[in-house]
C-alpha cells in the first residue's frame, strides 16, 4: 500500500540555518503531495502541497518540489526561526485520504 | 478554509469507560475522517464518517471499539469504548477542501485522551 518516509528528528538548528526534512514515497498512480505542521499543543495545519510531477509548493519561506523520479518531496527553508520550532509531517493522498509519515520535530534555539 | 471544533479538548478516563468526542464544522462536508495519533507516533487513519450511511473503518479498526455518528452534514461523533491505557491519543477529525477525499484537509484541534 502507499506509504511515507521521512527522517527521523529531532533536529536542532540554530536560528537562520539552512533546514531540510527528506521526505520519501511509495504509491501507485499519481498521489498529491503534503507537508502539514503541528504547534506545540494545536493541530495540524496545512504547510504546502503540491499536486503533480515537478509542481513546488511554498508557503512561508519553506519550499517543497514533487519529485516523481526520486519519489520525493524533501522541505526546505534557507533560514529557519524560533517561531518555526513544530512537528512536520509529510503526507500523500492517493488510494486513502491522507497518509503520514512519522513526522519530525524541529527544534530552533536562539 | 474550514473552521473546526471539537470537544473535549482534553479529558482523563478511567479504564473500562468511554469517552465521545464531538466535531463541528462550520459548514456543510460530505465527508469526514477520524484519525488518531499516539504519543510520539504519526496520524492513523481511523474511519470516514459519510452523512446518511455507515462508517468506513480502515484495517485494525471496528465499530465495536469506535462507533461512529454522522447526523448531518455538519456534525459527528466519534466514541472510544472500553477504554484502556493504550487508548491514551490524540484524536482528530478533519473535513477535505472539496468533494474529492483526496484534496487538502483541514483538522480540527484534536481531544487528548489519557487512560489510566
Known amino acids: 500500500g502507499d506509504s511515507v518516509t521521512q527522517m527521523e528528528g529531532p533536529v536542532t538548528l540554530s536560528e537562520e540555518a539552512f533546514l531540510t526534512i527528506n521526505c520519501t514515497y511509495t504509491?501507485?498512480?499519481?498521489?498529491?503531495l503534503f507537508w502539514y505542521v503541528q504547534y506545540p499543543g494545536e493541530g495540524l495545519q496545512l504547510l504546502l502541497k503540491?499536486?503533480?510531477?515537478?509542481d513546488k509548493g511554498s508557503n512561508k519561506g519553506f519550499e517543497a518540489t514533487y519529485r516523481k523520479e526520486t519519489t520525493s518531496f524533501h522541505l526546505e527553508k534557507g533560514s529557519v526561526q524560533v517561531s518555526d520550532s513544530a512537528v512536520y509531517f509529510c503526507?500523500?493522498?492517493?488510494?486513502?485520504?491522507?497518509?503520514f509519515g512519522k513526522g519530525t520535530r524541529l527544534s530552533v534555539i536562539a | 478554509s474550514a473552521v473546526i471544533s471539537q470537544k473535549p479538548s482534553r479529558d482523563i478516563c478511567q479504564r473500562g469507560t468511554s469517552l465521545t468526542i464531538q466535531c463541528q464544522v462550520d459548514?456543510?462536508?460530505?465527508?469526514m475522517f477520524w484519525y488518531r495519533q499516539q504519543p510520539g507516533q504519526s496520524l492513523t487513519l481511523i474511519a470516514t464518517?459519510?452523512?446518511?450511511?455507515?462508517?468506513?473503518?480502515e484495517s485494525g479498526f471496528v465499530i465495536d471499539k469506535f462507533p461512529i455518528s454522522r447526523p448531518n452534514l455538519t456534525f459527528s461523533t466519534l466514541t472510544v469504548s472500553n477504554l484502556s491505557p493504550e487508548d491514551s491519543s490524540i484524536y482528530l477529525c478533519?473535513?477535505?477542501?472539496?468533494?474529492?477525499?483526496?484534496?487538502?484537509?483541514?483538522f480540527g484541534p484534536g481531544t487528548r485522551l489519557l487512560v489510566l
Open positions: 478533519s473535513v477535505p477542501k472539496g468533494r474529492n477525499r483526496r484534496e487538502t484537509q483541514y
Open positions: 459548514s456543510q462536508v460530505t465527508m
Open positions: 464518517a459519510n452523512q446518511g450511511s455507515e462508517a468506513t473503518y
Open positions: 504509491a501507485t498512480g499519481y498521489p498529491s
Open positions: 503540491a499536486t503533480k510531477a515537478d
Open positions: 503526507a500523500l493522498s492517493g488510494n486513502t485520504p491522507l497518509v
